[in-house]
Nanobody, 124 residues
Framework: QVQLVESGGGLVQAGGSLRLSCAVSGRAFSTYTMGWFRQTPGKEREFVAAITSGGESPYYVGSVKGRFTISRDNSKNTVYLQMNSLKPEDTAVYYC?????????????????WGQGTQVTVSS
């Protein structure tokens, strides 16, 4: 069983920055495509970003392009989400997840292991 633990969430003013981390258990981390999602009450979980096993070709939802950066350190079994120029509409619980092999990148059903989530709140 793969375990994921997110950290780095918090309260920040609009225009500020946060860096989320997601530590992943096990020896196969370097083979995983990793994703970040977010969810607000009453809404479906939304894709934010994904990164392939080697860190090439990161992929973002349009609303965060140019503001968020996904990266990974395979030596630390950790994936990151650097969030800059935060907006109140970025407020959500953020989750990291491990994608199923060969599945599409941007839908929650493509991911089989999930963390518990970390709250990000952006005040106006």
């Amino acid at each position: 069983q793969v375990q994921l633990v997110e950290s780095g969430g918090g309260l920040v003013q609009a225009g500020g920055s946060l860096r989320l981390s997601c530590a992943v258990s096990g020896r196969a981390f370097s083979t995983y495509t990793m994703g970040w999602f977010r969810q607000t009450p009453g809404k479906e979980r939304e894709f934010v970003a994904a990164i392939t096993s080697g860190g090439e070709s990161p992929y973002y939802v349009g609303s965060v392009k140019g503001r968020f950066t996904i990266s990974r350190d395979n030596s630390k079994n950790t994936v990151y989400l650097q969030m800059n120029s935060l907006k109140p509409e970025d407020t959500a619980v953020y989750y990291c997840a491990v994608r199923r092999p060969t599945a599409v990148l941007n839908t929650p059903r493509s991911y089989e292991y999930w963390g518990q989530g970390t709250q990000v709140t952006v005040s106006s």
